[in-house]
C-alpha cells in the first residue's frame, strides 16, 4: 500500500507568487496538490502565498528564480531537490511554466538587449528550465506553458512579448 506521503502530488509554478501563477497555486492547493513555485522579487507576496496555503493544509514553498537567467538553472534545480526531499519525495508531478514579464516599448525603440530579456523570460528560459527539470518529473507527469491573449492580438509596445509568448501558448504531455 503507498503512503499518503508518495501518493501525494507536487506542481513547480514558475512565477507563482501574484498573478495567474498565485491562482493557479492556489487551485492546486485546493485540490490537495503540494506547491513549489518561485518569484522574482516580492518575498512577502511569496510568503503570503505559502501561509495561504498551509492555511489549506497543503505544503509550499518559495524559491527565488529570474527565469530569464539560465545560468541560475542548477542552482535551482538542486534547491527543487532539497524541497522535494524534505516533503520525502524525489520528483514531482506538474511543471506550470508561468513567469513572465513585459516591456511596453514601442517596437523602433527596442533595443537587442531589451529583446534578449523578453525571450529568455519567455521562450529561452521555459525551453530550458525545463529540460533542467525534465528527469525530475514522474512519469505520467503534465506541463503547462502559460500564454496570455497578447499572443492573439497585440497592443503597442508589447510586439516582443508576443513574439516570446506565443510558442508557449500549448500545453504538452510528457
Do not use: C
Not at 122 to 151: A, E
Amino acid at each position: 500500500m503507498t503512503s499518503q506521503i508518495e501518493s501525494k502530488r507536487t506542481a513547480i509554478i514558475t512565477g507563482g507568487s501574484r498573478g495567474m501563477g498565485r491562482n493557479t497555486a492556489g487551485n492546486l492547493a485546493r485540490r490537495g496538490v503540494d506547491v513549489i513555485f518561485t518569484y522574482h522579487s516580492n518575498q512577502a507576496e511569496a510568503e503570503s502565498l505559502i501561509r495561504e496555503i498551509e492555511a489549506m493544509g497543503g505544503k509550499a514553498a518559495a524559491l527565488r528564480l529570474d527565469t530569464g537567467t539560465l545560468g541560475a538553472f542548477d542552482e535551482f534545480v538542486a534547491d527543487v531537490r532539497k524541497t522535494l526531499e524534505g516533503w520525502g519525495r524525489e520528483r514531482f508531478d506538474y511543471l506550470v511554466n508561468n513567469a513572465g514579464n513585459s516591456q511596453h516599448i514601442d517596437f523602433d525603440k527596442m533595443t537587442e538587449a531589451d529583446f534578449d530579456a523578453v525571450v529568455n523570460v519567455h521562450f529561452k528560459g521555459v525551453y530550458f528550465l525545463t529540460q533542467k527539470l525534465l528527469p525530475l518529473l514522474n512519469d505520467g507527469g503534465r506541463i503547462v506553458n502559460m500564454s496570455s491573449g497578447l499572443t492573439r492580438v497585440s497592443f503597442p509596445g508589447s510586439s516582443a512579448y508576443a513574439a516570446a509568448k506565443g510558442p508557449s501558448k500549448f500545453s504538452h504531455v510528457i
